[in-house]
Nanobody
């Protein structure tokens, strides 16, 4: 099992930026990929971005493409989500998740919740003026 702890959430103004971090511990050697999901009040949890640990392939939801950037630091077992040009619609609890087995390449596979085995507790992001 991989333990995940998110941090960096908070309040930002529309057009502003936030950087989320997700630190992984435990059986990190088995991590195949990491992803970010978010859930707004009354809505389904949705895919935001993902990164393949080996190779660094990245995948993004259309709603955040061009504004958000996912990256990783292998030495620190940490994944980041840089969020720029924030909108009110970005307000949600953001969850970090880990894939611990091989998953076929492509956004379709990495956007599915069933591809992920371990989840963090979430961090709140609020975008408001």
């Amino acid at each position: 099992q991989v333990q995940l702890v998110e941090s960096g959430g908070g309040l930002a103004q529309p057009g502003g930026s936030l950087r989320l971090s997700c630190a992984a511990s435990g059986r990190t050697f088995s991590t195949y990929g990491m992803g970010w999901f978010r859930q707004a009040p009354g809505k389904e949890r949705e895919f935001v971005a993902a990164i393949k640990w080996s190779g660094g392939n990245t995948y993004y939801a259309d709603s955040v493409k061009g504004r958000f950037t996912i990256s990783r630091d292998n030495a620190k077992n940490t994944v980041y989500l840089q969020m720029n040009s924030l909108k009110s619609d970005d307000t949600a609890v953001y969850f970090c998740a880990a894939v611990t087995r091989a998953v076929p390449a492509g956004v379709w596979h990495f956007a599915r919740e069933s591809s992920y085995d371990d989840w963090g507790q979430g961090t709140q992001v609020t975008v408001s003026s």
